[in-house]
């Protein structure tokens, strides 16, 4: 029997083996308070300032800049509410891209959100922040790189208009934390350790120095008073050794794993009435998204499990809601239909061939078997 | 020329309008009748990859409806 094959690891990734090794070893190490003041306590406080810096260094941050939260949604909320608590007087409009992390999304509709819209790309245009920007606001968000399309946001230009208009800029780093650098310009950085092959239950919430940031809940002592209650410190060590792992591996990875995409991309553009999604060059290195005409999601990710890859999809019936993907729906593409691949370190180049070779068939009988093919 | 989609999930209202649209003459229009939400981006969508002319949505009786005309 074939093993099976994840392909959704913009969902989450199976837990990189140094981090794994090193998850384990925290938990004889690292297991003390590091507030307190005896020797396993100055241990585990030796240990956390280790994986702070080290966090801080790859991200391009000072460590007592960056703060470690639950996950990833939890630094999102923060890391936004603190920014529009500390600008209250000023407004509390909150401008950011129509195809944000629905965390953030969430988060923003506390607050008077305004959606810049995208192109067919999925891509934001400055202009339109720099429009939307002529009214006063409490904060600008943009997501890195959308995790569903994979297309890449011109993050350093967005960075420019705000920083003219001084309004702060979240920047929604999850899909790029890990595989390559981290774009400059921000005034509050989120990530989530899960998407580079950490444990979950780690998010990263940094936040420039200088920027006026009030924290939005009851302050403690832990983490600058940016994130309330102990952090998960065996987990917070490994998910530092993992992203020092995807880091090192990130430029061999994104070489690896490009032409991959390139191809499903070609297979699939390939296939009568499928359309693939998203920027074909200035995107992420490990993912794809494509829509298939007269299919339904939900029946394309369950004969893809059959045949043993794991697919995510962003049609409506594929989410609990039963709402489709706002990113595709942003973008003007089919949302039926819809499968997205995420290829990750474990994926090999047989995985792929694997696939291409089952997509024409899954797509052809499906749509024989729905009585559409020759529509 | 109408179609009755309400009550059924995408992507059946745009394979009916499909299977209708290939029955009529260049220039009809076809109305989709259609509660499900996707409905309103996948029909716009349905017509830009098949070159046809999404000439609007409105309602009818408090559902949303969608007119396509067939050029080709």
């Known amino acids: 029997m074939t093993a099976r094959v994840s392909f959704d690891s ?69 890391g ?45 245009d400055p202009e339109a922040y720099a429009a939307a920007l002529t009214e006063p606001a409490g904060a600008a968000c943009l997501i890195a790189a959308s ?50 092959g950490g444990p979950p239950g780690v ?19 832990h983490e600058q008073g940016r994130a309330p209650g102990s952090v998960a410190l065996p987990a917070v060590l490994a998910a530092a050794v993992a992203l020092e792992a995807a880091r090192a591996e990130a430029a061999t990875e994104d070489a690896r794993l490009r032409p991959l995409v390139d191809r499903i991309r070609a297979t699939a553009a390939a296939l009568p009435d499928v359309e693939v999604a998203g920027d074909a060059v200035d995107r992420l290195p490990h993912l794809v998204t494509f829509s298939c005409l007269y299919l339904d999601g939900e029946q394309l990710v369950r004969a893809f499990d059959e045949a043993g890859f794991e697919v995510s999809s962003g049609s409506s019936c594929t989410s609990s809601t039963l709402e489709p993907s706002h990113v595709l729906v942003a973008m003007g593409v089919l949302t039926h239909g819809n499968v997205r691949v995420s290829l990750s370190r474990t994926t090999s180049e047989e995985d792929v061939e694997r696939f291409l070779a089952l997509l024409p068939e899954v797509v052809g009988r499906l749509r024989r078997e729905a009585g559409v093919d020759a529509v | 020329m109408r179609i009755d989609c309400r009550g059924v999930l995408c992507p059946v209202p745009v394979i009916e309008l499909a299977k209708r649209m290939a029955t009529v003459p260049v220039g009809t229009v076809v109305e989709v009748l259609a ?38």
């Open chain 1, 10 to 78: 913009a969902s989450g990734l199976p837990l990189h083996p140094a981090a794994r090794q090193a998850l384990l070893a925290a938990y004889d190490d690292g297991w003390a308070d590091p507030g307190r003041l005896y020797a396993s306590a100055r241990r585990a406080r030796q240990l956390l300032d280790g994986a702070r810096a080290s966090v801080a260094a790859a991200l391009g941050a000072r460590p007592d800049e960056v703060s470690f939260t639950a996950n990833g949604s939890t630094a999102l909320y923060a």
């Open chain 2, 35 to 72: 509660d499900d939400t996707a409905a309103a981006h996948d029909i716009p969508a349905w017509c830009r990859m098949r070159g046809q002319r999404f000439e609007g949505a409105g309602e009818a009786d408090g559902v949303p409806l969608y007119r396509v005309r067939r050029v080709r």
């Open chain 1, 80 to 124: 936004l509410d603190g920014l529009v608590a500390a600008r209250a007087r000023t407004g509390r409009r909150v401008v950011h891209s129509a195809v944000e992390h629905s965390a953030l999304l969430h988060a923003a509709a506390a607050h008077e959100p305004v959606a810049v819209p995208v192109d067919r790309l999925g891509r934001v």
């Open chain 1, 203 to 221: 998010g990263v919430l940094a936040v420039r120095t200088g920027t006026r940031w009030h924290a939005p809940r009851p302050e403690d002592e």
């Open chain 1, 147 to 196: 995790h569903e399309v994979g297309t890449r946001q011109p993050v350093a230009a967005v960075a420019e208009v705000c920083r003219a208009r001084g309004v702060p800029l979240l920047v929604d780093a999850a899909q790029v934390a890990g595989r390559g650098p981290v774009p400059e310009g921000w005034s509050v950085l989120a990530a989530s350790a899960r998407k580079w």
